[in-house]
């Protein structure tokens, strides 16, 4: 996608790239792509958003991991109704250590400190709480 691409032009290249990628790497074991939930300036998105991974979705029947500001309702959700083969966690996985017996128990995340994000030091990295601690 290059600065002159539509949004619709934009999604017809990369569903052609995702179908090459299926073509030419037989037995891939899997696409990750992250659904657009960040807009300029580091502002999260919340609810549903304009333009989904569906259309690619559609195009592969490789394994399909979806990312991008899942919680555990949505990313249940997300699997159960068939939009993902399975859901990746990013920035919660930094700022959740616990994040997997959080999933389990059905417990919040802690919020990410995206002003620590890439900076040099500890903070934002080593220093979130576990369930237990909070």
Known sequence: MDAT?????AIEKNI????????????MAYIHMVEPRVAGGNVELEGP??????????????P???????QR??????????????IVFGRYFVSTPDLVK???????FNPCKRDTFYTPGLEGYTDYPCLEDS
């Open 5 to 9: 691409d539509t949004v619709d032009r």
């Open 16 to 27: 052609y790239l995702v179908q090459e990628l299926e073509r030419r790497v037989p037995g």
């Open 49 to 62: 958003i304009e333009h989904s991974l569906e259309p690619f979705r559609q195009a592969t029947s490789t």
């Open 64 to 70: 399909f991991l979806a990312a991008g500001g899942y």
């Open 73 to 86: 309702s949505t990313a249940i959700s997300a699997v159960s109704s068939g939009h993902a083969d399975g």
């Open 102 to 108: 959080r999933v389990a128990a059905d417990a919040a």
